[in-house]
Structures are given as structure tokens and as C-alpha cells.
Nanobody
Framework: QVQLEESGGGLVQAGGSLRLSCAAS????????MGWYRQAPGKQRDLVAV???????NYADFVKGRFTISRDNAENTVSLQMNSLKPEDTAVYYC??????????????WGPGTQVTVSS
């Protein structure tokens, strides 16, 4: 069973930067996409950024121009560079991977999450 683990969360002042990283416990094959989601207390889990197997990226409007997602295919890691952080970016950030398991079937993997807190 593949496990994902995030690192790099923490406390930062508004306007600061953090870099999150996510590593898989073993090499994953058939990756459709890897990405980051976040969930603030009392709110739903929202997509932050995703990078597809071909390299295409998508970002939520609320992070466009501030966050950058990247992936190291050889190392099966995905990172999220977060700049110009705002207090409303405070949330638990989750790493996600969608893997092909068959012709049409896929499976989702999640990391346990890492806390990001932005102080005003």
C-alpha cells in the first residue's frame, strides 16, 4: 500500500513563504495526477493545485500567481511553493495522488496532512 507523507508545514507571517513537499513510500506507476488540497476548520476540503502526468497544471483561483506546484517524476515527489501567504491560507494541506489501477479504474491516495498557519 503506497503511503504519502507531507512535510514543510508550519507557522509563517503574512506575506511570507513556505514550501510543502510530498513523498511516496514507494515508486508509483500509472500516476494520472498529483496535487494539493486544503481544509480549514469547519470548511470543506478544496483543491489547491494539481499537476497531471503530462505536466499540465491547474490552480484554484485563490492561489493563482502565488503558489506553484512542481513534480519530480523520478523521485515520485510533488511540491507546492507558497508565496505571499495570507491568513486565509491557514489550513491543513493534504497531498493527493490519483493512480490508474486498470483500464478505466483509478485509486486515490491521501497523505495525513500538514498544518499551515499564517499569522496576520
Amino acid at each position: 500500500q503506497v503511503q504519502l507523507e507531507e512535510s514543510g508545514g508550519g507557522l509563517v507571517q503574512a506575506g511570507g513563504s513556505l514550501r510543502l513537499s510530498c513523498a511516496a513510500s514507494e515508486r508509483m506507476f500509472g500516476i494520472n495526477a498529483m496535487g494539493w488540497y486544503r481544509q480549514a476548520p469547519g470548511k470543506q476540503r478544496d483543491l489547491v493545485a494539481v499537476i497531471f502526468s503530462g505536466g499540465t497544471t491547474n490552480y484554484a483561483d485563490f492561489v493563482k500567481g502565488r503558489f506553484t506546484i512542481s513534480r519530480d517524476n523520478a523521485e515520485n515527489t510533488v511540491s507546492l511553493q507558497m508565496n505571499s501567504l495570507k491568513p486565509e491560507d491557514t489550513a491543513v494541506y493534504y497531498c493527493h495522488a490519483n493512480i490508474r489501477t486498470g483500464t478505466v479504474s483509478t485509486r486515490d491516495y491521501w497523505g495525513p496532512g500538514t498544518q499551515v498557519t499564517v499569522s496576520s
